[in-house]
């Protein structure tokens, strides 16, 4: 188990970035498969894209994704990003990222992770 904090989120405008950003406050993420999820109000976590915790693992997105969104990971600063371009007002939501081993896999199901952080709030005004 990992202890895990979203940062980035905030209010922009439709067509324009943000960058999210997921880091263990305690102990390392590096060798743990790595999710992003997003939640509407009253739904269960959609799952948007992973990172395999191993270098050789895969790098998944969900098909409401591919093509805006970006996942990647910084060693170094133990942190776990995620690119999200041209936003629409549709990506409005409560972004979570979730780690645990052996995770990442097409199902993208928020059922297989274990580690959840606090959630950071995106918000796309049209």
């Known amino acids: 188990q990992v202890q895990l904090v979203e940062s980035g989120g905030g209010l922009v405008q439709a067509g324009e970035s943000l960058t999210l950003s997921c880091t263990a406050s305690?102990?390392?993420?590096?060798?743990?498969?790595v999710g992003w999820f997003r939640q509407y109000p009253g739904k269960e976590q959609e799952g948007l894209s992973c990172?395999?915790?191993?270098?050789?693992?895969?790098?998944l997105y969900a098909d409401s994704v591919k093509g805006r969104f970006s996942i990647s990971r910084d060693t170094a600063k133990n942190t776990v990003y995620l690119q999200m371009n041209d936003l629409k007002p549709e990506d409005t939501a409560v972004y979570y990222c979730?780690?645990?081993?052996?995770?990442?896999?097409?199902?993208?199901?928020?059922?297989?992770?274990?580690?959840w952080g606090q959630g950071t709030k995106v918000t796309v005004s049209s």
């Open positions: 305690e102990g390392s993420l590096n060798f743990f498969d």
């Open positions: 979730a780690a645990n081993t052996g995770a990442c896999t097409w199902r993208l199901s928020f059922l297989d992770y274990g580690s």
């Open positions: 990172i395999s915790g191993s270098a050789i693992g895969p790098t």
